[in-house]
């Protein structure tokens, strides 16, 4: 029998075992742990297994694996290592080093004369400028490059090196304000800290969801901080708060041809905002913050009347919102060993926790009101478990309260309001949710429903159809606190006017919603028809709550955006019924409809002075009115006048003359609403 072959016997073209390694050759892990290594760089075998079975199993939640295999060798002779340091001190380094260069190019300044020469001329930055992919830092703004120069008299070509666009650096006692801007981290494509600050305050103060989404004392204590610091707000969200803010701050209108303006400043600031998101979605960084940017980006979109953006930006967020986990109770869950981890980690502090549920509830909020036209929702209630936020004064002085035992679950949601879990802005949540239950159920109905709703359909026999008019005309606004029910949100005080916009839409969006599910039943030809009354009830009361707000000297563009879809279709009403009177020929009640469209149709391009919404909403119900001002024999019934003498725009131009000096030319007041005995006959006298 032959042998078998020994070492010394193996064929000349076989492979040779592994040379010994020297001392102190292997890695520092297989050292360690006393493991065979093959000295592979930049890893070794060993290591690449071990980083390899490690990422195999999903990290345990608020943990991540590491990017890369953790293997690590000792200096080799001539060639140096780059050595082992915490992050924040290699930063910290950095920025010394960044600091002495400066210096340097500082004295080299002081030390060589310069005599500035003609230059090319600096370019306005602008938004057809930037490049449109990527997050590019190309120039700062204009109000950044004025401080570049030393004296204000000086002409732009002083401030540029010969032949090249890049500013000026001046020898001064002082240092330069350009340079100190960019070597503090600050992003040159926001505008300088200053006219931030001033952004910054006019966001808090007029946007009505500002303080809903962000906590305003901290978000103004991070603003304090150096730019690099890891608390200073991120770059998105400032770009956000510049869109959000240009609608009462404008910088750079150019008005459109249908009447909107057009702000470059604010599509600068919201284009920057979306390359940031695009960045986040391809990477995941920072993606809380920027998701909270993609909020306040929505509603700019929404403000301005472009509803594709709004579509698409409604269920992008709320898609989004799912993989963090904050449709979960306490906004994040350790559930479920097969289902995948949060990609958050679990809350850090009461403040931190709030903010998540108030972020996923402004996306819920934002979601049921871009839906309110028909549109399936992104996020069906059966899959949110969160609970309610708190109130806005437990949240801004961070009292610890326990979370709100409310959720989307709780069976008495919209009929129990606890005193220490409810004010304006809970409510007003809650009327919106409200109201996209009335979207689910003719989305749903409307599904699979073998034919269209009619006006001889009687929908008090559709299952469900009953309570839900119960619970959205009469049980919501009946079971408000005393405190909200009987204040509207207008104070007309001695001391001055205020408006709770939170709490006058709470008393004008479930009227809303009552239009919204009984508009397709109406028939006006039948005095029993419950519809045909609670959508004539439910117009003319938002048409009074807008008389109430006109009376005062209040600012209407202040109110929440949505108010001009709720304008929209107490108007729709009122052409319904308008060409009803039109048909029988009775002049006098068809004149004061007629006042009542107007009076509508002037709210929308008011506010249509600040947000493009309105006046966009205002072309809309022009084409709805196309058939009644073909058929109605009324003088200039088109004509929109002010309801009052004058308005917030002409109250304090006392030295003008006013063009409408009596109460004649005003839209004539609505029919009071019936008391809810009498909802059976309808209000108009028919």
Known sequence: MPKAQTNSQKPAGSTSAPRALRRNQACHPCRKRKLKCDAARPACGTCVKAWETLIS?????????????????????????????????????????????????????????????????????????????????????????????????????????????????????????????????????????????????????????????????????????????????????????????????????????????????????????????????????DIFAVMQSCILLSWYFYQEGRWVEVWIFASFQTRVAIPLRLNYPGTFSTHGNNAPGAYLAPPKDFRDLESRRRTWWMTIFFDRIASVGGWVHSVDERDIGTELPLRDIDYEMQNPVPSN?????????????????????????????????????????????????????????????????????????????????????????PEGNSLDTNLYMVHIIPHAAAITLHNPYIDFTNPECISTARCVQSARCILGAYYMLSATSLDITRLHPFVTICWYLAAVV????????????????????????????????????????????????QGLMREIVRMTQQKNPMMVVPLYPFSHETLFRKDEPRPYGNEESSAPLPVSPPEQGQMASPPFGM
């Open 57 to 285: 199993v999903p990290a345990p939640p608020g943990y991540a694996h590491p990017s890369e295999p953790q293997c690590s060798y000792d200096p080799v002779e001539g060639l140096t290592l780059a050595p082992d340091i915490v992050p924040l001190d290699k930063i910290r380094q950095l920025e010394e080093e960044n600091a002495a260069l400066k210096s340097r190019l500082y004295d080299m300044q002081l030390q060589v004369p310069r005599m500035p020469s003609p230059g090319q001329r600096m370019n306005s930055a602008s938004p057809n400028n930037s490049e449109s992919g990527g997050i590019s830092l190309p120039r700062a703004s204009l109000s950044v490059m004025n401080m570049i120069s030393p004296t204000q008299d000086s002409p732009p070509e002083s401030r540029l090196r010969n032949g090249s666009t890049s500013p000026e650096l001046h020898s001064a006692n002082n240092t330069d304000p350009f340079m100190d801007l960019l070597f503090s981290g600050w992003d040159p494509d926001l505008p300088d800290p200053a006219t931030m600050s001033h952004y910054v305050d006019v966001f808090f103060r007029c946007d009505p969801c500002s303080t809903h989404l962000l906590h305003k004392s901290s978000f103004l204590a991070a603003m304090h901080l150096p730019p690099r610091d890891p608390g200073f707000p991120h770059s998105a969200l400032l770009h956000a708060i510049c869109a959000a803010a240009s609608r009462w701050s404008s910088r750079e209108l150019v008005p459109g041809q249908d009447g909107t303006r057009r702000d470059t400043f604010a599509e600068f600031h919201a284009s920057k905002t979306r390359q940031y998101i695009d960045r986040t979605m391809a990477s995941g960084e």
């Open 405 to 493: 035992p409310q959720d989307l679950s709780s069976p008495d949601l919209f009929l129990h309001h606890p005193p220490q879990y409810t004010d304006s802005f809970l409510l007003l949540l809650k009327s919106v949710l409200l109201f996209g239950r009335v979207t689910d159920y003719n989305v749903r109905g409307n599904l699979r429903a073998p034919t269209a709703p009619s006006s001889s359909q009687n929908p008090f026999y559709l299952d469900g159809f009953e309570a839900l008019d119960k619970l959205v005309c009469v049980d919501f606004l009946e079971s408000l606190p005393a405190l909200y029910k009987h204040n509207n949100g207008v104070t007309d005080a």
């Open 574 to 621: 009122q052409v319904q019924l308008c060409k009803y009177f039109i048909e029988l020929g009775d002049n006098e009640r068809e004149s004061t409809v007629w006042g009542e469209i107007n009076v509508l149709r002037f709210a929308m391009l008011e506010f249509g002075r600040r947000s493009p919404i309105g006046t966009r909403q205002e072309k809309l119900l």
